[in-house]
């Protein structure tokens, strides 16, 4: 493999009781320029992942190159994901990075299957596909390739901006099949961006990306997910948020309010705890009961930034009555929301969209959990 011949990385012994089970694992590894973060490298037997048919999400198939993030989002809706493998939603889920390594070569053979109907395909509704380990390990371009080789059509949603390396070949894959490019940015504030955030790029950065990827033909979406209660929802940073969006390029801006699942909550309560603790009554009065902020809330926020929303001229697209398609196939899923910005058990189309996971589990019920005394 192409860092094997890297003399600096080290590979480790004593290997994750959970790792050392699966029969996929090659090795974890260590290497200086990611210091802290440990990579499990493993053998995909596929790469494809059907979403269950009772999901909400509006797209049928993803791809997940990487399990845990570095990018280290304390809201991070996929950190009990983690725990599958006996690794905790916490620390591990930053710094313990899964690695499907040949997963550009598994895509391949599911794609080659007669069976695959060419449906979209998401990247980056559960973890980052252009998190930092993606520098190392350049999957997206093998990824990139196969859909569009295959002529199935996807789309990506990131912080990442080393998605701008892969501007050139998303541009050539949309000669062939849909692209959907959206960034995910949600705080405005750079001090509460590095507290809450600290392993993505600056808020700066990620707005210089999505300009980047509008200068490269792309109609870029962003997505303000999630806003979190009394700390970004205030109508001044809504606005100066949407503004500064606008004058990156972007076409449209979907939002949702901060999801708190169990194993997320525990985390996001204690970085609360530590930094804002004149929040925490207020976020136990949104939260204690469960995991979603509460209908009013959400309802409250839709008055607030839908106007902005608005006014910045970053509405949905809609899909032209004349020819059936979208400014961004993106929006066609988007546009499958309520009032509250949920989602709507319909599908708008067969192909597009891009969501977080926040999103995707919006309108499942509300759920009360162990965790509620926490705030
Ligand atoms: S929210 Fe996205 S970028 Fe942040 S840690 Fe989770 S997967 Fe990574």
């Not at 949407?242 to 970085?271: C, D, Q």
């Not at 469960?290 to 930034?305: F, V």
Request: glycine share 6%; with cysteine.
């Amino acid at each position: 493999m192409r860092w094997d011949s890297q003399v600096t990385t080290v590979e480790q012994a004593d290997v994750l009781p959970g790792l050392a089970r699966l029969n996929t694992f090659i090795r974890s590894v260590r290497t200086p320029e990611f210091a802290g973060v440990t990579f499990h490298e493993i053998h995909a037997k596929s790469a494809l992942n059907k979403v269950g048919v009772n999901s909400a999400v509006p797209f049928t198939w993803t791809i997940n190159p990487y399990r845990g993030c570095s990018h280290a989002c304390v809201y991070c809706f996929a950190r009990p994901s983690h725990q599958y493998l006996e690794l905790d939603a916490g620390t591990d889920f930053d710094n313990q990075v899964i690695v499907k390594t040949n997963i550009a070569e598994a895509l391949r053979a599911d794609l080659a299957k007669p069976s695959w109907q060419r449906e979209h395909v998401a990247l980056g509704t559960n973890t980052d596909p252009y998190q930092r380990a993606e520098g190392r390990y350049q999957l997206m371009p093998g990824i990139i390739d196969a859909l569009a080789d295959s002529g199935t059509p996807m789309s990506i949603l990131t912080k990442g901006t080393l998605v701008r390396r892969d501007l050139p070949r998303l541009q050539q894959a949309a000669r062939s099949v849909p692209v959907d490019i959206a960034m995910s940015i949600a705080i405005f504030d750079d001090d509460l961006q590095q507290s809450i955030e600290p392993g993505t790029p600056s808020t700066a950065a990620r707005l210089a990306t999505v300009t980047a990827a509008a200068e490269a033909g792309f109609s870029v979406a962003v997505f303000m997910m999630p806003v979190l209660p009394y700390l970004t929802d205030a109508p001044e940073h809504l606005d100066q948020a949407l503004g500064r969006i606008k004058e990156a390029g972007a076409t449209s801006v979907t939002y949702t309010a901060l999801h708190l699942r169990p194993g997320v909550k525990e985390w996001y309560a204690r970085w609360l705890n530590t930094h804002r603790p004149d929040l925490t009554p207020r976020y136990r009065r949104l939260y204690g009961d469960g995991s979603y902020a509460p209908k009013h809330y959400r309802r409250e926020l839709a008055e607030r930034i839908r106007p902005l929303i608005r006014a910045h001229g970053l509405e949905r697209a809609v899909e032209d009555p004349q020819t059936g398609s979208m400014g961004q196939t993106a929006q066609a899923r988007a546009n499958a929301r309520d009032d509250n910005g949920e989602w709507r058990r319909t599908r708008v189309r067969d192909s597009g969209l891009a969501a977080t996971r926040q999103d995707a589990r919006a309108n499942l019920a509300l759920e009360r959990d162990e965790s509620a005394t926490l705030f």
